[in-house]
Nanobody, 128 residues
Framework: QVQLVESGGGLVQAGGFLRLSCAVS????????LAWFRQAPGKEREFVAG??????????SDSVKGRFTISRDNAKNPITTYLQMNSLQPKDAAVYYC???????????????????WGQGTQVTVST
């Protein structure tokens, strides 16, 4: 198991940018694939982006492809994953969650059931 702590959420104007961070602590955290999900009020939690344990493979939902970038720094202690969000739109407003799964063959699953470690979430608000 790992512990996940997100930060970096806030209020931004449409067209602006934010960078979310998620600190991942645990003895085997380098073996975990990491992902970002988001949940808007009244909607289901949806996959945003995922990254393999080495950072060599990344995956994005169609709604954020080209605007968001996921990355991770395995040299940091604790390991940290980032979500750079550019050209933010009101539809991107949600609580963003960091998720992790122990995986040596990560394929970017978008199913919440495939992740067994979750952070507490950080709010992103986009004003018009």
């Amino acid at each position: 198991q790992v512990q996940l702590v997100e930060s970096g959420g806030g209020l931004v104007q449409a067209g602006g940018f934010l960078r979310l961070s998620c600190a991942v602590s645990g003895r085997t955290s380098s073996n975990y694939a990491l992902a970002w999900f988001r949940q808007a009020p009244g909607k289901e939690r949806e996959f945003v982006a995922g990254i393999s344990r080495t950072g060599g493979r990344t995956y994005y939902s169609d709604s954020v492809k080209g605007r968001f970038t996921i990355s991770r720094d395995n040299a940091k202690n604790p390991i940290t994953t980032y979500l750079q969000m550019n050209s933010l739109q009101p539809k991107d407003a949600a609580v963003y969650y960091c998720a992790a799964v122990f995986s040596l063959l990560y394929s970017g699953s978008g199913r919440t059931d495939d992740y067994n470690n979750w952070g507490q979430g950080t709010q992103v608000t986009v004003s018009t």
